[in-house]
């Protein structure tokens, strides 16, 4: 199982460190955190103790409903579950019996320094614990955003994946990662695709070398991540063997348990590969507004037909 420290969270979100500087090697694993409510009333039979703990404006002035004693019990219910750690989004000057607890018991308790609302910050905690942790495998590859949308280059080392990638990055598209492309499965229908961190901005041509793209063509060139709608395996070319029907049954490829759209695009000399990559994910769009062509060409068949036979 995939986790990260509390250390971590206190870096990414400039976090200050109120007290247990010396337990932020704790770890996370889970993708979601928790606001104690029921939890605070005494009811703990669903009690997430594994996720990061936040404490907002209405947990506190709950608190603070209580009498001291009873305050005291409760928070001291909460702490004795060992969560990960504490987040408190405002009013921490009040909350003088969360440290003592916190302290006693080895937890965290962690400040956030920007002025946000609970919400907010949630939104952002939860979407970086999300792609942090998520499942995820390198696969050999190109991953590029061609005009918005996520595209995976696939095909034998030397077949021409970078090179199709350069032409690509020359016509205002950018690239994600080359050779090492790892996936992240977000959710059951969500695949990200990014690179491994040392081969970030690097595109690598045969003849030429090491590229960075970012000091070639500037920061339009580079994408940090993106999501994976098509899969398009780049293969050599064969005689007689390209599909040549209006509209072929839709092929997918599994990550992970996530169907990804597939093609394959066969290569040969004066073949223009990236333009079609470009028709290939120009069309998935269109596809996912409602839009077929080979259904609306039939269509007008169709309609022509069926006027010749009125006539």
Not at 79 to 95: G, M, N, Q, S
Not at 101 to 109: A, D, F, Q, R, T
């Given at each position: 199982?995939?986790?990260?420290?509390?250390?971590q969270?206190?870096r990414?979100?400039?976090l200050?460190?109120?007290?247990g500087?010396?337990?932020?090697?704790?770890t996370?694993?889970?993708?979601r955190?928790h606001?104690?409510?029921?939890e605070?009333v005494?009811?703990f039979?669903f009690?997430p103790t594994?996720?990061?703990?936040?404490?907002?404006?209405?947990?506190?002035?709950?608190l603070?409903?209580l009498?001291k004693?009873?305050?005291k019990v409760?928070i001291?219910?909460?702490v004795?579950?060992h969560?990960?750690?504490?987040i408190?989004?405002?009013d921490?000057?009040r909350?003088?019996?969360?440290?003592k607890h916190?302290i006693?018991?080895?937890?965290p308790?962690?400040?956030?320094k920007?002025?946000?609302?609970?919400?907010e910050?949630?939104?952002?905690?939860?979407?970086?614990?999300?792609?942090?942790l998520?499942?995820?495998?390198?696969?050999?590859?190109?991953c590029l955003?061609?005009?918005?949308i996520g595209?995976?280059?696939?095909?034998n080392s030397?077949v021409?994946k970078?090179?199709?990638?350069h032409t690509l990055?020359?016509?205002?598209?950018?690239?994600?990662?080359d050779?090492?492309?790892?996936l992240?499965?977000?959710?059951?229908?969500?695949l990200?695709?990014?690179?491994d961190?040392?081969n970030?901005?690097f595109?690598a041509l045969r003849?030429?070398?090491?590229l960075?793209?970012v000091?070639?063509?500037?920061r339009?060139a580079?994408?940090?991540?993106?999501?994976?709608?098509?899969?398009?395996?780049?293969t050599?070319w064969?005689?007689?063997?390209?599909?040549?029907?209006?509209d072929?049954e839709?092929?997918?490829?599994e990550?992970?348990g996530?169907?990804?759209?597939?093609l394959?695009?066969?290569?040969?000399?004066?073949?223009d590969?990236?333009?079609l990559i470009?028709?290939a994910?120009?069309?998935?769009y269109l596809?996912?507004q409602?839009?077929n062509?080979a259904?609306?060409?039939?269509?007008?068949i169709?309609?022509?037909?069926?006027?010749?036979t009125?006539e």
């Amino acid at each position: 199982m995939k986790s990260i420290t509390v250390e971590q969270l206190v870096r990414k979100f400039s976090l200050k460190v109120l007290v247990g500087e010396d337990q932020l090697h704790n770890t996370i694993t889970q993708s979601r955190v928790h606001r104690p409510g029921l939890e605070f009333v005494g009811h703990f039979d669903f009690f997430p103790t594994e996720r990061v703990q936040i404490l907002g404006k209405k947990e506190i002035n709950y608190l603070f409903k209580l009498d001291k004693e009873e305050r005291k019990v409760r928070i001291g219910n909460i702490v004795k579950y060992h969560p990960p750690c504490f987040i408190v989004t405002a009013d921490e000057e009040r909350l003088e019996y969360l440290p003592k607890h916190c302290i006693k018991e080895g937890i965290p308790l962690l400040i956030t320094k920007r002025p946000e609302t609970t919400s907010e910050f949630i939104t952002k905690l939860d979407g970086y614990l999300v792609k942090e942790l998520a499942p995820e495998i390198a696969v050999h590859g190109v991953c590029l955003n061609v005009s918005g949308i996520g595209v995976l280059l696939r095909g034998n080392s030397g077949v021409g994946k970078s090179e199709t990638a350069h032409t690509l990055i020359g016509r205002g598209h950018r690239l994600v990662a080359d050779d090492i492309v790892v996936l992240k499965k977000l959710s059951p229908q969500t695949l990200l695709g990014t690179h491994d961190e040392k081969n970030k901005e690097f595109l690598a041509l045969r003849s030429v070398g090491l590229l960075n793209v970012v000091r070639l063509y500037g920061r339009k060139a580079f994408q940090d991540e993106t999501r994976i709608a098509l899969d398009i395996k780049l293969t050599k070319w064969q005689k007689d063997a390209l599909n040549n029907e209006l509209d072929h049954e839709p092929q997918f490829t599994e990550y992970m348990g996530v169907k990804v759209p597939s093609l394959e695009i066969q290569l040969y000399p004066g073949r223009d590969v990236a333009g079609l990559i470009e028709a290939a994910a120009n069309n998935w769009y269109l596809k996912q507004q409602g839009y077929n062509a080979a259904e609306e060409f039939l269509k007008r068949i169709e309609a022509d037909f069926s006027d010749s036979t009125s006539e």
